[in-house]
């Protein structure tokens, strides 16, 4: 019914920049919080950044100052501006809503199928 597709991840060296975007598609209603997380090897996955539908953000303290989120809420996308990119960046990045689709009324938590971010020299 949903589809979040993620695009954009790579490999980077230190200081250096990335743009992920991810798309939602289907039968959607209407799209609240959109947010990025990450997961390294043997770690938990974490929140990166989330921004909600009226626009307000919200950042992980490790990348406050270096990432931007944003959104187009008319092509149902969500974006995820890193600059400065640090070893430590590197991770799966998943792009996660809740969506309300058309067929229920229930908002339920989505999920895109992760994309690599390496950041090496």
């Known amino acids: 019914q949903v589809q979040l597709v993620e695009s954009g991840g790579g490999l980077v060296q230190p200081g250096g920049s990335l743009r992920l975007s991810c798309a939602a598609s289907g039968s959607i209603f209407s799209i609240y919080t959109m947010g990025w997380y990450r997961q390294a090897p043997g770690k938990q996955r974490e929140l990166v950044a989330d921004?909600?539908?009226?626009?307000?953000?919200n950042y992980a303290d490790s990348v406050k100052g270096r990432f931007t989120i944003s959104r187009d809420n008319a092509k149902n996308t969500v974006y995820l501006q890193m600059n400065s990119l640090k070893f430590e960046d590197t991770a799966v990045y998943y792009c996660?809503?809740?969506?309300?689709?058309?067929?229920?009324?229930?908002?339920?938590?989505?999920w895109g199928q992760g994309t690599q971010v390496t950041v090496s020299s």
């Open positions: 996660n809503a809740a969506i309300r689709t058309i067929t229920h009324p229930s908002v339920n938590n989505y």
């Open positions: 921004i909600r539908s009226n626009g307000r953000t």
